[in-house]
């Protein structure tokens, strides 16, 4: 079909995050799609996904579920994706320039990477022992083939467990030692090219605001000028599918929109693109005196619902039970903590190098919860007021008992999540004075990990399923060769491969870069190994 006639296709998208947006790009400037022939369908009131940072705008502080960081040479198809759309802040440029303007400006450094008793270690030491460094090269040199199902645990002593190498690596990729080991090789080998400066994080980049703003809002104003109809509020449960000259075609698409149920006939030309699972779906958000629920009822969840619906007895659809059978190894609990004034931010600069703008990350790594946070330069919001600092943190450990609140992090309010970081830092004598003026947000999200799971091949199905002539998916459950889930990049990708390939488009996807083949990228790797 010629590109030109692909202008009365219709496209069905399922799920508004940001691989369904950045896919309707691709139809539009791409597959020469008209926007008004392009549907997004999303379960609940705002687009976005997972990236969904917000005000609360009630004096209630800010919330986000993550925060994402990039590396240009890393993350190729988000920065494609980036060069096609305009900003809303900078008129007569994209947003990949605005990213650019502000990173030639800003650069991340984080002069205290490990924080032990309230004081910065030594952190560029890696601490590995001899037999896990030849057990890092050992499975550089594996076959994926055969780690299926394995865990990282299982490879490694467990010393590794206890360097600064692991503490920095999981505190910056968010990796347990139950987590999938062929996902911890993946990230390994992808991201080879930054791994001397994983004591400083010197090669990560920051968006110009949060991730909402800088990202979604300007695709999603784009799509909305070119005509896309998105439709909110609205479950899509299942598809149908009918068979044609040996291929299987989606024939319907079924869905729920409050109380009434309708279904959407698929024509002959159009296509369908479906993102599976949600790692941010069954997410509960506390408050300074209210503890978030633990919600982990798949069943309430329409991302992993519709999946399993999909799936059955269809098994190149990939196995969301992997993913989503075991929330005590894929949750965390996080807290966005907002300054109504400085003191905070002023004890802590101790920490910071004070030549940056913006920063890394602190690990506490004597917490039991195993806390991390991350202090955001200003404004992280666009609108946000001069005299407000905001600090986003995780727990890695959330169900052991903290070092001086004696709880389950997953059973602590917001204040007193915050009373065990003031506690850690070493701040105690001004308790008083900054709970006054903080607000700290707790957030419980059972499957934030879940696609870290350990899994084999044929868990997750391909980006194009075989045999199929008009279905893609999309996402972080679908599977990418060597590519790395829990990133925009992945999300990126998969639309750029569905749309590309679905509609038989002479354009490749834009490469996967592999520093592991460059002999100065891996010797220097191997050198830090040693340090």
């Not at 579920?65 to 590396?71: C, I, L, N, P, T």
């Not at 400083?200 to 300007?218: D, K």
């Not at 890394?360 to 609108?383: A, C, E, H, Q, R």
């Amino acid at each position: 079909m010629a590109l030109s006639e692909k202008n009365n296709s219709k496209a069905y998208l399922v799920g508004g995050g940001i691989s369904s947006l950045a896919a309707a790009v691709y139809l539009i400037n791409d597959g020469d799609f008209r926007g008004e022939n392009i549907k997004i369908f999303e379960q609940s009131k705002k687009i976005g996904g997972s990236l969904d940072s917000q005000d609360l705008s009630s004096g209630d502080g800010y919330v986000m579920r993550g925060v994402r960081m990039f590396e240009e040479k890393a993350f190729t198809c988000v920065f494609d994706l980036m060069s096609q759309i305009p900003s809303l802040t900078m008129p007569g440029k994209t947003i990949r320039e605005e990213f650019v303007d502000f990173n030639q400006k800003n650069r991340s450094y984080s002069k205290s990477r490990l924080l032990k008793n309230g004081k910065a270690i030594d952190a560029r030491p890696l601490g590995l022992k001899l037999k896990d460094r030849f057990k890092i090269f050992s499975l550089l040199l594996k076959r994926e083939s055969s780690l299926n199902d394995l865990e990282i645990q299982d490879h490694f002593t467990p010393a590794f467990f206890k360097s600064n190498f692991w503490y920095e690596f999981c505190t910056v990729f968010a990796f347990q030692p139950w987590h999938s080991l062929i996902e911890f090789r993946r990230y390994f080998i992808r991201f080879i090219q930054s791994f001397p400066n994983i004591d400083t994080v010197e090669g990560i980049e920051i968006a110009p605001y949060n991730q909402y703003e800088f990202l979604v809002l300007p695709i999603v104003d784009w799509l909305e000028e070119h005509g896309v109809e998105f439709v909110l509020g609205t479950e899509v449960v299942n598809l149908d599918f009918d068979s044609d000259k040996g291929e299987e075609k989606v024939s319907k698409i079924y869905f729920k929109k409050g109380e009434m149920v309708g279904r959407v006939l698929v024509e002959e030309d159009d296509y369908v693109f479906v993102t599976l699972g949600s790692i941010v779906t069954n997410s509960s958000f506390g408050s300074m005196t209210r503890v978030p629920i633990l919600n982990y009822d798949k069943d309430k969840s329409p991302a992993w619902t519709f999946w399993e619906n999909i799936s059955k007895n269809r098994p190149e659809f990939g196995k969301p039970s992997v993913f989503n059978s075991d929330v005590n190894k894929s949750k965390w609990t996080s807290f966005t903590i907002t300054f109504r004034d400085s003191i905070f931010f002023e004890l802590i600069g101790k920490f910071i190098n004070k030549k940056v703008t913006t920063y890394g990350g602190l690990n506490l790594v004597d917490s039991n919860w195993f806390m991390s946070i991350v202090l955001t330069y200003k404004p992280y919001f666009i609108n946000q007021p001069k005299e407000i600092n905001l600090c986003w943190g995780m727990g890695l450990s959330p169900d052991k008992e903290g070092n001086f609140v004696k709880k389950k992090m997953t059973e602590c309010t917001g204040e007193e999540i915050l009373t065990e970081l003031i506690y850690h830092l070493g701040f105690e004598e001004y308790l008083e004075e900054i709970l006054k003026s903080a607000i700290c947000i707790p957030c419980m999200t059972p499957y934030v990990t879940s696609h870290f799971l350990p899994r084999r091949a044929g868990d997750r199905p391909l980006v194009i399923p075989v045999g199929y002539a008009n279905l893609a998916f999309l996402g972080q459950y679908c599977e990418i060769p060597k590519d790395v889930v829990f990133t925009v990049e992945y999300a990126v990708r998969s639309a750029q491969t569905a749309v590309f390939g679905l509609l038989g488009l002479k354009k490749e996807t834009v490469p996967i870069y592999n520093g592991f083949l460059n002999i100065r990228v891996l010797l220097s790797a191997l050198r830090t190994l040693f340090r």
